[in-house]
């Protein structure tokens, strides 16, 4: 039977713990990437390039929620927006753009704020974003 962690050296310890702190990361990267997933913002929050994939909406939000995009290291980076509250839904680039129709400034913002209007972009490999899929009225910061 091998040994507990208590009866290992102590720099032997300190290297388990650090070895499943990274695997716990790995695991949790990995779980993102392999499932899609709801998540609900009633404040402001900075999104990360391994939540690919997911849904991320306004519900309950009683004001603006501005969801700030990563930094894009690679393309096929992909978030989809649903507003699910009466309130503003905010989706910022960082200094990178999302192109859509309603415009493709650089620094601004898209955002939207009836029940029900949705938003998917992708990444480019540019560092930019492509909007791929999108309902409802969806407009520029001005």
Same mark, same amino acid.
């Not at 949790?28 to 999104?47: A, G, P």
């Given at each position: 039977? /091998? /040994?507990?962690?208590?009866?290992? /050296?102590? #720099?032997?310890? !300190?290297?388990?713990?650090?070895?499943?702190?990274? #695997? !716990?990361?790995?695991?949790?990267?990995?779980?993102?990437?392999?499932?899609?997933?709801?998540?609900?913002? &009633?404040?402001?929050? &900075?999104?990360?390039?391994?939540?690919?994939?997911?849904?991320?909406?306004?519900?309950?939000?009683?004001?603006?929620?501005?969801?700030?995009?990563?930094?894009?290291?690679?393309? =096929?980076?992909?978030?989809?927006?649903?507003?699910?509250?009466?309130?503003?839904?905010?989706?910022? /680039?960082?200094?990178?753009?999302?192109?859509?129709?309603?415009?493709?400034?650089?620094?601004?913002? !898209?955002?939207?704020?009836?029940?029900?209007?949705?938003?998917?972009?992708?990444?480019?490999?540019?560092?930019?974003? #492509?909007?791929?899929?999108?309902? =409802? &009225?969806?407009?520029?910061?001005?």
């Amino acid at each position: 039977m /091998p /040994p507990s962690l208590e009866e290992l /050296p102590k #720099y032997l310890r !300190k290297l388990v713990i650090w070895v499943e702190k990274i #695997y !716990k990361e790995i695991a949790s990267r990995i779980n993102w990437l392999m499932t899609n997933t709801v998540e609900v913002h &009633t404040s402001d929050d &900075t999104l990360t390039e391994h939540e690919t994939g997911s849904v991320y909406s306004n519900l309950g939000a009683t004001g603006a929620v501005t969801l700030t995009l990563p930094t894009v290291t690679k393309a =096929g980076i992909k978030f989809t927006f649903a507003v699910q509250a009466a309130q503003e839904l905010r989706v910022d /680039p960082g200094t990178a753009t999302i192109r859509d129709d309603s415009g493709q400034t650089a620094d601004k913002y !898209k955002s939207a704020n009836a029940i029900g209007e949705c938003l998917q972009i992708i990444s480019d490999s540019d560092g930019d974003w #492509y909007t791929i899929a999108k309902y =409802g &009225t969806w407009t520029e910061e001005a």
